[in-house]
């Protein structure tokens, strides 16, 4: 089947999705958890097959271990699927109530985006969590795995979606893209897809963005500053920095930059340099940084580069207004922390820093749907529509205006025989 | 002065507008107020010779009557100015509030999307309102209008900026494009510009969208129906459609498509096509239309057509379910309707059609955002992410994460030696 025409059945099905209730959904994921269990065997044996392969073409332990769906792995998304279940159904939330004229009540609905693509890394359990996801909002979903797995996400495939048929879900809702090929045709199917999910790397992320008019939801770079203002308690600056650069460091929310303000950088730079070298942190300073510290030199290029790994570039600013600029010009508007004890310069610095997170005296590495208290989470998006930050339930969700009448006409309200009312009706 | 450094401009003022008072932008709407009525002749001298320049060049009269800004306009502008002042400031908006953990307080906020790029139609007093939109919800903007208004506007420009200047709003938030250079120019700025407000002609708004990374909100084309479905009141049924087609043909909200139930066709169609051409409709039928009423021959192109006039294609459907098929396959996604008095099929009319707005025995008419009761209105947006149907002011809004802690870092929730509280603390 062409891509085309598995877009255009997810398309049809997520009419139908839309329009199914609550309770049949649950139902549908309680089904899809008992055959991930009752099918324990046959998932097993395609991992294995994967692994093999993967092994055989020499991949790394760490990729490895993120292609392995091993008993552990599958109890967990077990897990994911029950507490989903028990999550409020997103479906039909109303927003707004206002009555615009007596028998004429006007409703804001949540409803479903409608058919949402995603591309993912080479990690089964993704495959689980987004289309229970997926099905839970009401959304047809095509997927694409890493390539590595092809086994694991054929089988899980079948056995989701056969599960979520048997349990009444409309056939096609779900669909699996298996090549490299079909990524590229999907990136033209805006007539059926609604928004694009692209997880990986930078430059993968910023080739979808730049090669379709399809919404994308989701961030390329992670360049995130923590700025050590002259009023910081050195401790918990010390502190944060380290959390924020050590606790995980090849993530996206971890810290890339330290910007230090001049009148607290011979206290806090030699103090930093010692906490960090100690947990293997290679610096690269600017030249103020420098004189007071012996580290690499920061050249320009390493203000817009996410390393991802244990590195981190440190300069030292004169003041608060050149650190705002700083990270307006070379942050990704993910997130960034000021530490200090000065609650009017941080109301400041979270006003006026363009990024999805703005963080006051804590760890970057807060910025996360799970740590949000988000629940299940669909990734973190750096764009200013729609959904920004980390991205639950709700970032899969658009609505409706439902107006419901009993044969009104705008003419008399147009010629002034009648006049709105606009009561809110609350919700 | 080009239109990067422009884009710039604003981008740079954009910020410092965010984190002004409500307080602030009122007192500079109130300084803008004052100075249309202080300047009043000036704007005049400008439209005047607008006006002028479109007689010789033989703009027809519907044109001129839009491009005319006299007193009475004027007075318009400055009455809405007054009301956009009366609303609720947008900007720092509480939606979500969460405990992380003792001490470490989540918030997410309502803060301005940053530069809005609007380009609109021969109005100018819609360079009035949407520059006090963007000024009240803290954006900056880029503004192009229609090339027949290029001295009103330019005066209009002048008048505004300076007035907002002067009231201490940062210089440059607003920027005035004049050529349609500019506009091409704009549509790659994605590094400042968040987002586009295209108004205009479907090919114009398609364009648009068609040529940009940047996020567009609006529509393109409004295909608006009327199901009458067979449990249809045939009086009410009348009436609706007569209003959806006849109030104001020529706008978006227009229906431009009646499908009518083969149940209810025999008593309904005679009644409608008498009521119709009763009004000047031009009538266009399906075989089976025909076969009940005398009337023109709709051909496969009409489905998919936008009159904006006088003119109504007119389907007989098998059912429910062919009438919410054809909605969805033929429709723009904008504002369609059933007649019917079954509840029942009313309330899965609205969850199975995929459009912005779905009405229940009610005029498409109702679809706008003063009748919606949204205030001051942005535009109609098709999108199914971030705003959807009638926009007011949450459309100019994005949101940020606000996390304040005191010193808070992740490895003793990662570790197990603390847990997240997530205790909700209300708005």
Known sequence: MDIKTKAGQARGASGKLASTSAEERNAALRSI????????????AANKADLEAARETGLAAPLLKRLKFDVAKRVDCIAGIASLISLPDPVGVVQKRTELSPGLELTREACPIGVVGIIFESRPDALVQISTLCLKSGNGCLLKGGSEARN???????????AAASAGMPDGWMQLLETREDVGAMLALDEYIDLLIPRGSNAFVRHIMDNTHIAVMGHAD??????????????????????????????????????????????FLPRMKA??????????GCALTRAIIDCKVAEEADWDAEY????LAVKVVNGFDEAVEHINRHGSGHTDAIVTADTAAAEKFMDLVDSADVFWNCSTRFADGFRFGLGAEVGI??????????VGLEG?????????????TVAPFSDGRMEFTHVDKGV
Chains 1, 2 share one sequence.
């Open 396 to 408: 899969l969700m658009s609505y409706k205006w439902k107006l419901r009448g009993s044969g009104q």
């Open 33 to 44: 958890a008992q055959a991930l269990e009752s099918e324990g065997a046959s998932i097993d």
């Open 308 to 311: 991802l790994d244990a590195i």
């Open 152 to 162: 694991t996400n054929r089988r899980l495939y079948e056995v989701i979606s056969g």
């Open 275 to 284: 906490r960090l070298e100690g947990r293997g942190v290679e610096l690269r």
């Open 381 to 390: 998006s750096t764009s200013k529509l729609h959904a920004r930050g980390p």
């Open 222 to 267: 992670g360049i995130c500053h923590v700025y050590i203002d002259a009023a910081a308690e050195v401790g918990m600056a010390l502190d944060v920095v380290e959390d924020s650069k050590c606790q995980y460091p090849a993530v996206c929310n971890a810290a890339e930059k330290v910007l230090v303000h001049e009148g607290i950088a011979h206290e």
